[in-house]
């Protein structure tokens, strides 16, 4: 089935210690977007990638890095993790025409990130 | 700022009851809202949507309620189970321009057996 895969599920890291999570997906859709998510709150969006074009959220903290290899990947590099940081990351996509219609944005299971 | 947001952070109804999650939207320019389901440890997951040329829309036991004179959406289970059991988030975005949904802060419903 076409989805959206994140991996690990579960990510420990020390504290300052770099850290990667992945997001691959089938459904050749051309934004992705990473989400920060932290208990009992909403999906905060980080930034998201329309095709190849970065577009980063004004209150991103310079700590969140992402690439976009291709199409189907995409990573979130945190640099320098907090313990602020731990939290639920959750990676998404949707098919946005040029009239910038969106089509139904679908998530991956999410990698929970603990930071030691 | 403009916001979406739910009057009830949690739900609590008995199996075979039905369910009414709210959700309140100020942004005027919103055409296109989305419900989403997140489990316990899973991402969140499509429900229903709905474009504001409609006031109700029903999927499979859902039924989503649109009233935009007072920004007003609303999200109607019927019969719920246990399986209903979640935290339920509103979106609003718009069909054309933006690609960026807003999340709202999202009900727990809990659904006792």
């Known amino acids: 089935d076409a989805m959206v895969i994140q991996n690990p599920r579960y990510q420990v890291t020390q504290f300052g210690k770099p850290v990667t999570l992945s997001c691959s997906q089938t459904?050749?859709?051309?934004?992705m977007y990473w989400y920060q998510q932290k208990s009992s709150q909403a999906p905060k969006l980080l930034f998201h990638?329309?095709?190849?074009?970065?577009?980063n959220e004004a209150d991103t903290p310079d700590n969140f890095q992402s690439r976009r290899p291709n199409t189907s990947f995409c990573f979130l590099d945190i640099r320098s993790p907090g313990l602020g940081d731990a939290a639920m990351y959750l990676c998404?996509?949707?098919?946005?025409?040029?009239?910038?219609?969106?089509?139904?944005?679908?998530f991956g299971p999410g990698t929970r990130l603990l930071v030691l | 700022g403009e916001s979406v947001g739910l009057h009830l952070p949690t739900l609590s109804v008995q199996e075979g009851d039905n369910s009414i999650i709210n959700c309140a939207y100020s942004?005027?320019?919103?055409?296109?809202f989305i419900w989403y389901k997140q489990e316990s440890g899973k991402g969140p997951q499509f429900i229903i949507d709905?474009?504001?040329?409609?006031d109700k829309r029903q999927g499979q036991r859902v039924t989503v309620l649109l009233n935009k004179t007072v920004k007003h959406l609303s999200l109607q289970i019927a019969a719920t189970q246990p399986g209903d059991s979640a935290v339920y988030f509103c979106?609003?975005?718009?069909?054309?321009?933006?690609?960026?949904?807003?999340f709202g802060r999202g009900t727990s419903l809990i659904v006792h057996p």
């Open positions: 979106a609003e975005n718009r069909v054309r321009g933006s690609y960026i949904p807003t």
């Open positions: 942004n005027s320019a919103s055409d296109y």
């Open positions: 459904l050749n859709h051309n934004v």
């Open positions: 998404a996509t949707s098919r946005v025409d040029g009239r910038r219609k969106q089509e139904t944005q679908y």
């Open positions: 990638y329309y095709d190849k074009d970065f577009n």
């Open positions: 709905i474009r504001s040329n409609m």
